[in-house]
């Protein structure tokens, strides 16, 4: 076989400096032969990493797999069934990593990094809370005397640097209103802040990685094709750009930087670029599909209807006065399983509103005026349902969740392997219900099997999390900019080491 290769690379050298014509004949008779041969090279080469070096700068370039080409579904069928990981095996691979965490030692020593082993330690030495705190629900907290103790560390001791290259409008340019408004809300709010940003890079704790995965998806990836390549490569052109220009990226190889990215191919185009070693704040947080738990921060989906307003009609009807046990309305595509929601579940029951998309107004009662209204009809279960389900589209992650809790609606998840948001700092247990996507079946005796004191809990939960889930046109302590910070911050906190 070696024989064979080494004459073939000899003859294939005499075809490229004499006959140029052979070398198209030649391709495609090779072409031709492993088509119908069935033959597949082994993954093992096509999965290989090349690292680029640049000068005094090493970083991982995309890594060669057909995969980088095209769009799938995530439904799509897989040949070798996948873990499905419950909220039980995700907290344990939580509380492992932060125990034995996979520590970076930086190629060089810097102050900060005392300043980051001074928090560490101070988190996880925080005294225990024993009088009753009036400004946390406790129940909604994984730990809440670590929570408050590492974001008041965060306060005192965290710098931000932003990166000023880039050019618009992927980066630099964010937008406030759609399905992806996360990344563009943090974008502008990390951009304009006078409480963590800082221009000297040397005093920075964190660097962030201003870009918009929907405005690149936008500009190299239009409507109709499905190349992820230029995107990895506008993305491994930047990382090449600060890393020549700045000394940063190469003290830690790039684990101190940090990125937020809410489209369906954000994590698909950092997984396959120079980027995935950065901490990656993502909406679609798949445990399948590449998220890292301890390093990796789930990205709150906050679908932004009013940029204006971002917290315009929420809240929602006291617990008491919701009628409805169940509500989903959505439009169902191929997505598997909200068509299976439907089909189970519509005009099943008539406590559950179970259908696809709704007509967009409907009329209704004026409780006060006794006269008819027309309202939002989707909104309007939201605030009217003890239950909202909140069922995976493409991707693990749906705007639903998110509203439910505007709305005050509990969440009842149905989306295996997904990473709720704020993971590391929330106990979702407290506030939601999540349920396995093969017990749609179920889900009506599952609801009805919560008795009525512990749904009025995990109302409260919905009520007392909300803060930490909505923008303000000015960071307040404690929303949703300071809590994704945080998440990243602490998460940094967990991978730094100088010996």
Known sequence: MASGL???SKAWKIAISSKPLLIIV???????????????????????????????????????????????NSTTPVSQAKKIWTLSDMDDLLSKNRASPQIQIPHWPSKVDQQMLYARKEVENAPSILK?????????????????????????????????????????????????????????????????????????????????SK???????????????????????????????????????????????????????????????????????????????????????????????PQFNIGGKPAEERTTLAFFAGHIGGKSVRLSLVEYWENKDPK??????????????????????????????????????????FEVWSPRLMEAIFYGCVPVILSDNFVPPLFEVLNWSEFSVILPEKDVPKLRQALMDIPHWRYLELERGVREVRRHFVWNTNPVKYDIFHMILHSVWLNRLYQISTQ
């Open 215 to 309: 405005n690149l998806r936008k500009t190299y990836c239009p409507p109709g094709t499905h190349s992820k390549r230029i995107m990895i490569r506008h993305l491994d052109n930047f990382t090449e750009l600060v890393s020549t220009k700045y000394p940063y990226w190469n003290r830690t190889d790039g684990t101190d930087h940090f990125l937020t990215g809410c489209h369906d191919w954000a994590h698909k185009v950092t997984e396959k670029s120079s980027m995935h070693i950065a901490i990656r704040a993502l909406c679609t947080s798949d445990m399948n599909l590449g998220f890292e738990i301890g390093k990796d921060v789930p990205l709150p989906a906050t679908k932004i209807r009013y940029s204006a307003h």
């Open 352 to 393: 559950m509103v179970i259908t696809g998309a709704l007509p967009p107004l409907m009329k209704v009662i004026n409780s006060s005026t006794n006269k008819p209204m027309m309202l939002n009809s989707y909104v309007h279960y939201m605030k009217s349902s003890k239950f909202c389900i909140s069922p995976r589209g």
């Open 132 to 212: 009753d705190e009036q400004q946390f629900y406790k129940p909604i907290y994984r730990n809440l005397s670590t929570f408050k103790r590492s974001y008041e560390l965060m306060e005192k001791i965290l710098k931000v640097y932003v990166y000023i290259e880039g050019k618009k409008p992927v980066f630099h340019e964010p937008f406030y209103g759609g399905l992806y408004a996360s990344e563009g809300w943090f974008m502008k709010q990390m951009e304009e802040s006078a409480e963590f940003r800082v221009d000297d890079p040397s005093m920075a704790h964190l660097f962030y990685l201003p870009f918009s």
């Open 6 to 8: 080494s004459q073939l």
């Open 26 to 72: 030649a391709g495609l008779l090779i072409f031709t032969l492993i088509e119908s041969q069935n033959f597949i090279l082994p993954s093992v080469i096509s999965s290989i990493q090349i690292p680029i070096q640049l000068g005094q700068t090493m970083f991982q370039p995309a890594v060669l797999d057909s995969s980088n080409t095209t769009e799938t």
